[in-house]
């Protein structure tokens, strides 16, 4: 079992940046795949960001693609999401994830364990 806590969301002009920290619980984090998703109001949890459970493959959804960045420390059990460049069209409330095979999806619905959310708000 892997509790996920993410932290780091607020307000933010568009044009700025913020970093999403997700902080998991366990001894076993580093073979985890985990993702970063987001859910604007109305919308569905999309896809935002994956990295493999060594830190060394990530992918990205072309939204966000040059303006964010994954990343991942083994040692502390945390993995980021450097956003920069914001938009009014990123607010949303956004999500980690965690998948216990170790890959990377993009499709929420692979993923086994799940944090509360951290809201983001880009004004313009």
């Known amino acids: 079992q892997v509790q996920l806590v993410e932290s780091g969301g607020g307000l933010v002009q568009a044009g700025g940046s913020l970093r999403l920290s997700c902080a998991a619980s366990g001894r076993t984090f580093s073979t985890y795949g985990m993702g970063w998703f987001r859910q604007a109001p109305g919308k569905e949890r999309e896809f935002v960001a994956a990295?493999?459970?060594?830190?060394?493959?990530?992918y990205y959804a072309d939204s966000v693609k040059g303006r964010f960045t994954i990343s991942r420390d083994n040692a502390k059990n945390t993995v980021y999401l450097q956003m920069s460049s914001l938009k009014p069209e990123d607010t949303a409330v956004y999500y980690c994830a965690a998948d216990r095979s170790g890959y990377y999806y993009t499709n929420p619905n692979e993923y086994d364990y799940w944090g509360q959310g951290t809201q983001v708000t880009v004004s313009s």
């Open positions: 990295i493999s459970r060594s830190g060394g493959t990530t």
